[in-house]
């Protein structure tokens, strides 16, 4: 037998004095070639450096010594080492390079790229142990996920990546997102409140080191900013926004596109612009509601702050939840051909809120997976974040003429260039440093950020005879409320890679800052606001000797941010 293989995918050996091709990969076993043109599956079949030379037909003739084939690859290899394919070409234009690497890609690759997946942990002994971490990469293999979301850590990321690179085969690059929205290990003050600073600068400052961290840690795109004006106080996620002013929103949702882009080399982040559109204007504040508006507020109160994003130069964009006009925003034409990529010519590609489109299917405007899959793409929208009914449906919807291949294209079209924007085809390892991670997350320099944002973030509404700032000289310190001293609440629902053990709490602080005084703590206030009756005695008895009191209220992050609102936000009596 003549022995050999690469990476174990394939082997020659010799049966009954003929020549026979094992082709493990697909499972061709057994083929007999002699003299006979390859088809296409066979084509697909041969190992990388063979299979991408190869792309017309080519005639094998197969002798009973199998040398002459062997001759044969040896000398594709050879020539492909020597020539790239066009699309691996880095001195050819972006739009050359994907005009090759479209015309390669079979329809079910093109659907795959367009199918993002919820990752987690993807690689190691556990994940290999699980069905559905394990199914992940087996779909990744045959070509069918372009993108993953929560896969974090240059190593892990890296491991993943290789996987799309050298086991796919077209060996086309994954991007890898993150909900990276006011910082990553280094957390900054939540946008609502920075918003409060009117610093632009910092900002854009602040986006720039969560892009720098994240990109240490392997990722190439965060989902943010979020720049849904909202004058809906209930609502949830008014904290990822930056308020109730149209221009104000506009000004900080560009500095943070700036921030988070930078001249997008790989310590920085493709941003989205999220979420379009109208999303801060929930019927009674609850999240995921119906909104329905004017057209005038829709225009003049609504609409800009994604304009003024999208004008920055943002990358990608993601659909809302709510409805429009009585459609859902991921099937809306109006919103996202018309508006988005017609009117304000917008040359990224866009990507769906969490399953959008399958929920469709629930708002009654879909009847099925195919069907919400056509309308999402009729409608525009490019990427499926985790519904999978691109990965599922489009091939199919494509065959029978439902959706134009034209369509696909552009959709396809519109991902990858990014992918060779960010250089990913020429260095798809570029994100994946390890060293540089350790290097990177929560140093020194990004701490006093940090500190310097959220010090100019915060607002001071009334200070009476002057009683801020406190006196240097103060002995006995009443500090009241559960807020004061809970570790757990100092971060809050975006905290990203944060972790609450680098935090300081407020008790700590003035502990710290008056190390020579008495500062006692009764708590007072739970976390939901309510005031603890038992405690009143306490506190009565404490403040009696206090030179100054500090009571600590707010909302956690347990009731502010995503899938949750407040019918009441007012706190309770006490």
């Excluded at 234009?93 to 199918?115: C, F, H, V, W, Y």
């Excluded at 629930?362 to 309308?375: I, L, Q, R, V």
């Excluded at 009764?522 to 606001?529: A, H, L, P, T």
Aim: with cysteine; aromatic share 10%; glycine share 10%.
């Amino acid at each position: 037998a003549v022995g050999g293989s690469w990476g174990g995918k394939w082997a020659w050996t010799k049966l009954f004095g003929r020549s026979v091709w094992k082709l493990t990969m697909f499972g061709f076993i057994k083929q007999a070639l002699n003299g006979t043109v390859l088809p296409n599956p066979v084509r697909h079949g041969l190992p990388n450096g063979v299979r991408q030379y190869i792309h017309q037909p080519v005639l094998i003739f197969m002798k009973k010594n199998s040398l002459t084939v062997i001759l044969f690859c040896m000398m594709a290899l050879a020539a492909n080492a020597q020539t790239p394919l066009p699309y691996k070409n880095q001195n050819l234009p972006i739009d050359q390079r994907i005009d090759d690497l479209l015309s390669r890609m079979t329809i079910e690759e093109k659907a795959g790229q367009l199918n993002q997946l919820n990752g987690g942990v993807l690689t190691g002994p556990q994940a290999a142990n699980d069905p559905g971490q394990a199914g992940k990469l087996n779909l990744l293999r045959a070509g069918q996920v372009g993108s993953f979301l929560n896969v974090t850590g240059a190593g892990e990321t890296g491991r993943v990546q290789k996987i799309a690179v050298e086991e796919t085969r077209l060996g086309i690059p994954l991007l890898f997102g993150y909900d990276v929205i006011h910082g990553y290990k280094t957390v900054f003050p939540i946008p609502l409140a920075e918003a409060c600073s009117w610093d632009l600068a910092g900002a854009e400052k602040t986006a720039a080191i969560a892009a720098d961290e994240a990109s240490s840690a392997g990722l190439h795109w965060t989902f943010a900013p979020m720049m849904d004006m909202s004058r809906e106080p209930r609502w949830g996620r008014v904290m990822e926004g930056s308020g109730e002013d149209t221009w104000l929103v506009g000004l900080f949702a560009a500095a943070r596109v700036r921030g988070f882009q930078g001249n997008l080399d790989n310590r920085h982040l493709m941003a989205t612009v999220k979420h379009f559109a109208a999303y801060g204007a929930p019927e009674g504040g609850r999240e995921y509601n119906t909104v329905d508006m004017s057209r005038y507020a829709f225009w003049n109160y609504y609409l800009p702050p994604y304009e003024a994003a999208v004008r920055a130069g943002a990358a990608t964009v993601m659909n809302s939840f709510n409805i429009f006009d009585g459609i859902p925003a991921s099937g809306n034409h109006f919103l996202v051909s018309d508006i988005l990529k017609t009117r304000w010519n917008f040359r990224g590609f866009v990507v769906s809120d969490w399953a959008s489109f399958s929920e469709m299917i629930t708002h009654g405007y879909a009847a099925d997976n195919a069907d919400a899959a056509e309308k999402a793409l009729m409608a525009g929208s490019d990427m499926d974040m985790e519904s999978r009914v691109f990965q599922e449906e489009l091939a199919r919807l494509v065959r029978a003429g439902k959706i134009p291949e034209t369509r696909l294209n552009d959709a396809v079209r519109r991902i990858l260039y990014w992918k060779f924007k960010l250089g990913l085809f020429d260095n798809p390892f570029r994100y994946h440093d390890p060293a540089r991670e350790k290097a990177t997350l929560l140093t020194d320099a990004h701490q006093q950020v940090a500190r310097e944002a959220a010090g100019n973030s915060m607002v001071l509404l009334k200070n009476e005879g002057n009683l801020l700032p406190l006196n240097k000289n103060l002995k006995n310190i009443l500090v009241v409320g559960h807020l004061a001293e809970s570790q757990d609440e100092v971060l809050d629902f975006w905290k990203g890679q944060g972790e609450h053990q680098h935090t300081v709490t407020i008790l700590q602080g003035i502990k710290s800052k008056y190390p020579d005084a008495a500062v006692n703590f009764v708590r007072g206030y739970d976390k939901s606001f309510k005031f603890i009756t038992a405690d009143a005695k306490a506190i009565q008895l404490q403040a009696r000797n206090a030179g100054a009191i500090v009571v600590v209220l707010g909302l956690s992050g347990e009731v502010g941010g995503e899938a949750r609102s407040l019918a009441d936000i007012n706190p309770a009596a006490g």
